[in-house]
């Protein structure tokens, strides 16, 4: 076997923690390599396909991009930052031969940082240190070197990895340097870095074809497109081969490469073949799974691959049955949502969806809320009208028979006046607080270890308490015992008992007894939810109620009524707020809190049973 290195190529993945800017700089690099003509006009953060990555600014799928700078190809790899999506970036760095680290200049090391950067060095990969936003007016760039150098040792790096060059830029400005005190010009030196430090990708050219997949494309006229590294050998267009799988040792599949790309910028470019070390995307085989192993005909090998990483919480998604049912949404029958969710997990790995005792029920499990949140986003804009039940989390059993749940590391920086409230807090929903230290400009980082249902519904209390000036991060830490009940909400929810359209008169009279969340002129129905009661328990309340007409006038009653204009619940907020008797009502125009049963009567008895 004779191992050659292609010098004209390098893999490279950009890695970091939410926000600290990996997209812009990706943009910058593809702009500086002359992927655009001087005169095009470029959206901003252009990697980010998906409508919803745009609007939230967050990426959730990882993308591939090629960039040339003298002569050499670099394949770049954008992944997501949220710990939700941390299964994308795990199996990229498969494909890679080296990571770019971007720090923010001034948020530092975030739990994140700590995760993606853990998953590189266990593979062993080089690590550039990219310091981002030094054109912040609060950076502090030289703080930050000594936290990542501290990271490193935590994560007990090598003397070759600690070793790592430091480059500083602004993804904004389109500058990178070597030294604070250098010119800001151009990207130059973050390319030249990635030639000389990162190593080029090596494999032998002369054994049989090895390629793993380590992610899947999906598009409607060719169906599934495997993406992943050329290890060994070689692959050609119209090349018998052999899919098999490492951690599946059934599967031996016969197959014809029809088609393959390479990345050119942002483009996919036909190729007849392509070499070790060229990242390549590959259609026309239907059955393609990441983790597979596309091999020669006469050696299958399959090259070992680390499992995906499991879901922790699960919803169900049930077909719409209210009352306004099927009024606004294209696709209402279990027959769509099923074929929607099964359509789902071609692409989306982290996700599971099972069949339940009703067949118009469907149990959903991914990576967090968050995770599945953009899932049901996606859903919805696409004329999809179905209803979610509250987020539970997936318990396991050990040898002992004991119930074990998911455990999060919650990592939460808050100005220092609110760190009591969230201590308070976070201990009633079971978390146990680890570590409190003082961060710049008056803020406290608290480390807590909680269960991860209680962190269900807790973001949106969290940005009340801290006045919107909190950031918590989780990271998954693994199952462990039960640890108790957890009282999720104190208050209970008002119900409308009546079918109709509300209006002011009824609105008036029932926003003293809490806060709303509807306006006059909408539509309710029995068993709807209308508002957050003050109290504990539930108040059913009628809400399409007129003024009883009179022939008398008084002079004080026809003076107009003032409403409290209502609160408008997002989403994330609207599923935070659900609790486990009752369901969100999802269509392409409106979120419904609504009761599971919608009968009153019902209602009651079921509550006696319980």
């Not at 690590?127 to 990542?148: G, L, Q, S």
């Not at 029809?258 to 036909?270: A, C, H, I, Q, T």
Request: proline share 4%; net charge negative.
């Amino acid at each position: 076997m004779s191992v050659q290195s292609r010098e004209d190529i390098r893999n490279i993945a950009i890695i970091a923690h939410v926000d600290h800017g990996k997209t812009t700089l990706v943009d910058e690099l593809l702009k500086q390599s002359g992927v655009f003509r001087e005169n095009q006009e470029v959206a901003e953060r252009v990697m980010d396909s998906n409508d919803i990555e745009r609007e939230r600014g967050i990426t959730i799928l990882s993308k591939n991009t090629a960039v040339y700078y003298k002569g050499t190809k670099i394949n770049i790899i954008d992944t997501p930052g949220h710990a939700d999506f941390g299964g994308e970036v795990e199996r990229v760095l498969k494909m890679v031969n080296g990571v770019v680290l971007v720090v923010d200049a001034f948020e530092g090391a975030m739990p994140q940082t700590k995760f993606v950067l853990m998953k590189a060095l266990d593979l062993d990969l080089p690590v550039i240190v990219c310091i981002n936003k030094i054109d912040r007016p609060e950076a502090r760039p030289d703080e930050v070197i000594d936290e990542v150098l501290e990271l490193f040792m935590d994560l007990d790096a090598s003397d070759e990895q600690l070793d790592c060059p430091f480059i500083y830029a602004s993804a904004k400005e389109g500058f990178a340097i070597r030294n604070l005190s250098d010119e800001h010009k151009d990207m130059t030196a973050l390319f030249e870095t990635i030639v000389d430090y990162i190593p080029a990708p090596s494999g032998d050219p002369e054994a049989p074809t090895q390629v793993l997949i380590s992610t899947i494309d999906y598009n409607e006229y060719v169906g599934r497109i495997g993406i992943g590294k050329v290890e060994n050998g070689s692959i050609k267009v119209n090349q018998d081969a052999i899919v098999v799988n490492a951690h599946d040792e059934s599967k031996n599949n016969k197959v014809r490469i029809s088609k393959l790309y390479e990345f050119d910028g942002l483009e996919k470019v036909d190729v007849d073949e392509a070499k070790i070390g060229s990242i390549v995307a590959i259609s026309g085989i239907s059955d393609i799974h990441i983790g597979d192993t596309i091999c020669a005909v006469d050696a299958p090998n399959p090259i070992p691959f680390q499992k995906i990483s499991e879901p922790t919480i699960s919803m169900n998604f049930i077909v719409n049955d209210s009352p306004l049912a099927g009024q606004e949404g294209k696709y209402v029958t279990s027959r769509h949502i099923r074929e929607r969710l099964m359509k789902e997990l071609n692409t989306d790995v982290s996700l599971r969806v099972e069949d339940t005792d009703s067949p118009d029920s469907l149990k959903v499990s991914g990576r967090g809320e968050l995770h599945l949140s953009v899932l049901i986003e996606n859903m919805r804009r696409e004329g999809f009208e179905f209803a979610v039940s509250k987020a539970e989390v997936l318990y396991h059993t050990d040898e002992k028979g004991r119930k074990l749940e998911p455990m999060e590391r919650a990592y939460v920086d808050v100005p220092d006046e609110f760190t009591g409230a969230v201590i308070e807090k976070l201990s009633q929903r079971k978390g146990e607080l680890q570590n409190m230290t003082p961060i710049t400009g008056g803020y406290t980082r608290i480390e807590f270890k909680i269960p991860a249902r209680g962190l269900i519904g807790y973001r949106g209390e969290f940005m009340t308490d801290t006045k919107g000036n909190g950031i918590i991060n989780t990271i998954f830490e693994g199952y462990e015992p039960y640890k108790g009940d957890i009282a999720y909400r104190k208050q209970g929810s008002l119900i409308a008992f009546e079918t109709g359209e509300s209006v002011t008169y009824g609105l008036f009279s029932a926003q003293e007894r809490g806060t709303l969340f509807i306006g006059p002129g909408e539509k309710v129905y029995s068993g709807m939810v209308i508002g957050q009661s003050s109290r504990a328990e539930d108040i059913e309340l009628n809400v399409c109620k007129k003024k009883h007409l009179t022939n008398t006038r008084s002079s004080s009653a026809d003076e107009a009524l003032t409403l409290v204009p209502p609160r408008i619940l997002s989403l994330e907020q609207a599923l935070d707020f659900i609790d486990v008797d009752e369901l969100l009502e999802v269509t392409p125009e409106s979120l419904r809190i609504r009761k599971r049963i919608l009968d009153p009567l019902m209602r009651k008895r079921a509550s006696i049973r319980k």
